[in-house]
């Protein structure tokens, strides 16, 4: 994360840093259109907030652009590290059951005096029914609406018992090609599996049977502990029946105790095809594939 000296923050940003210090408030949801600031927003308040000495935690539910970790993760940073819960999706309306899980899981699991949920973009359509389930887990003491998009409004208007905060976008947010937020995956995954070694497996540990995958590419997979808590993320290779299977991994092989396919299959340049699974999206919703 960049320092607050390398950001321009708008004045009301740092009025709404100094709100959080002074009232009782302990989770934050923000919600925005795309690139209108909303990382920039978080980053700020978050490190505002650690800076001033109270202990802070930063969820990051935006599952293909991510401020923490790495993609198709749930992910939060708090005085404890990193966490993460495995999606297996970068469509959040197609990874929405996890997604609403993983986000009550790492809410339950942080004793962080004030939490700062980040959220996608997606705003309408599905995007909309997805938010507004979002804030049904979140239940957050206040919202912040950062920018004027018009579809804020109907998610604003369904939660009249939260009370909101509305900011400006930040005058230095920039709007993303589609290249390159596929370039910004393509990097946070990189940077995962770096220092990522290859484990022998033995396929029981699948929880499910994985989709097919194409030649040149590999599953990506959560690896799991005992306990069902997400330990990492791996890149499975083709699985025959009764072999060991190959995952190139981060996570040493000591804790893993199972494996949840995901939905994306990455190539050696960590670029992405999405593969179709049974039983993904919001209900109502049809795949795209």
């Not at 230095?172 to 995962?192: L, M």
């Amino acid at each position: 994360m960049r320092s607050l000296s390398d950001l321009h923050v708008p004045r009301e940003w740092h009025e709404a840093a100094q709100r959080l210090e002074r009232d009782d408030i302990r989770t934050i949801g923000v919600i925005g259109r795309t690139d209108c600031g909303k990382s920039m927003l978080v980053h700020y308040l978050f490190t505002s907030a650690t800076q001033t000495g109270r202990d802070a935690a930063l969820i990051d539910t935006d599952l293909g652009q991510k401020m923490i970790g790495p993609p198709a993760c749930v992910t939060m940073s708090d005085a404890q590290g990193l966490a993460l819960v495995f999606v297996g999706s970068t469509d959040p309306v197609f990874g929405w059951k996890p997604l609403l899980e993983g986000t009550r899981r790492l809410l339950s699991v942080t004793d962080a005096a004030i939490i700062i949920v980040n959220t996608s973009g997606l705003l309408s359509g599905p995007g909309r029914r997805l938010k507004a389930a979002k804030l049904q887990v979140i239940q957050p003491d206040l919202l912040i609406a950062l920018g004027d998009a018009p579809e804020l409004e109907p998610i604003i208007s369904e939660r009249p018992d939260i009370p909101v905060l509305r900011l400006p976008s930040s005058p230095y947010a920039r709007r993303k090609t589609d290249g390159e937020r596929r370039a910004g995956r393509r990097r946070a995954f990189h940077q995962y599996f770096e220092d990522a070694a290859i484990l022998s497996l033995d396929p029981s540990l699948l929880l499910e049977a994985p989709p097919a995958i194409p030649p040149e590419r590999r599953l990506l997979v959560g690896l799991r502990n005992a306990l069902g808590n997400d330990l990492g993320l791996g890149l499975m290779s083709g699985a025959r029946d009764n072999e060991a299977i190959e995952v190139l991994t981060p996570v040493r092989r000591a804790g893993i105790q199972s494996i949840v396919p995901g939905s994306l299959a990455l190539d050696e340049t960590y670029s992405e095809t999405r593969l179709k699974m049974e039983g993904q999206g919001w209900p109502g919703t049809r795949s795209l594939l």
